[in-house]
């Protein structure tokens, strides 16, 4: 075969894998649709984010990654009140695999700003930016960022809502990802929720993944209160061979009282800002 021919092959497969390669991979350590409701001003909430995947793939999506199948994601979520419209939050995720060793995922920061008292509005919006650092058993970039769009309309009996959600991560084996979600559910009573969620990983924008890449769950969902804490509980299913086929979650959270301290420190951000 004669160089040339040879090295136009070479290069045609390297263009080749380049265009078909996989986004980077990263752990669900938060499966959640955003509300667009926040901490009161001055406030402190602590979320705690637990997914099971009973049923998943059996293989890391990339070499040295975690195995989705029989593994723990968490994610402890420390969030503050601002204003009326605006929350900064901070994450700390991890893992536990299948043979029950613990992984950390660095960290992430995120600040969300919405329309002041969403809970009480028909209509209502806002928009979430999420920076992070991870590590190379979640993913193959280090740094990453995410932009989620939160629109959603709601009377006394339902809620409709929807984050179009953008993933960024960058570097050789990053890519622009469109991972959208949704969520409509029914208001038994003040404390008591029921409804379906809808999460899906298109794969990069411009050049989705195939079908059965791409990631497609349906979660039944519960949400309800338990003295104090807030719980959000759901079963999900996957519908394509790349989404975990049967997955558990729950969020519990817990709104800290509202203290002299934490005001001042809302009134102190609000004045720099």
Do not use: C
Not at 50 to 74: C, E, K, Q, W
Not at 96 to 118: C, L, M, Y
Not at 245 to 251: N, P, R
Request: glycine share 8%.
């Amino acid at each position: 075969m004669p160089n040339a021919f040879r090295k136009r092959i070479v290069i045609l497969g390297a263009v080749a894998a380049v265009l078909t390669a996989p986004p980077a991979a990263r752990a669900t350590d938060e499966i959640q649709v955003y509300n667009a409701e926040i901490a009161e001003v001055g406030q402190y909430e602590l979320e705690q984010h637990l997914n099971y995947t009973a049923h998943g793939p059996t293989r890391a999506d990339f070499v040295g990654g975690l195995i989705p199948n029989h593994s723990l994601n968490g994610t402890p979520e420390l969030a503050y009140g601002v204003t009326e419209w605006w929350e900064l939050g901070l994450y700390a995720p991890f893992a536990v695999d299948q043979q029950g060793r613990f992984f950390s995922d660095g960290f992430k920061v995120r600040t969300q700003f919405v329309t002041p008292e969403a809970e009480s509005r028909a209509f209502f919006y806002g928009a979430n930016f999420e920076f992070s650092y991870t590590t190379p058993t979640f993913s193959q970039t280090r740094f990453t960022a995410e932009l989620r769009p939160i629109v959603g309309v709601r009377n006394s009996a339902f809620e409709f809502i929807v984050n179009p959600i953008v993933d960024f991560a960058p570097g050789d084996h990053g890519a622009t990802t469109f991972a959208p979600a949704a969520r409509l559910a029914h208001k038994f009573e003040k404390d008591l929720s029921l409804g379906l969620e809808y999460y899906a990983d298109f794969g990069q924008i411009g050049h989705f993944s195939p079908l059965n890449k791409q990631q497609h769950n349906l979660f039944a969902v519960a949400d309800f209160k338990l003295g104090d804490f807030d719980i959000d509980f759901g079963v999900g299913h996957g519908f394509t061979r790349g989404s975990d086929q049967l997955i558990f979650k729950a969020i519990i959270g817990y709104a800290f009282p509202v203290s002299e301290t934490s005001s001042s420190l809302a009134h102190w951000l609000k004045k720099i800002f």
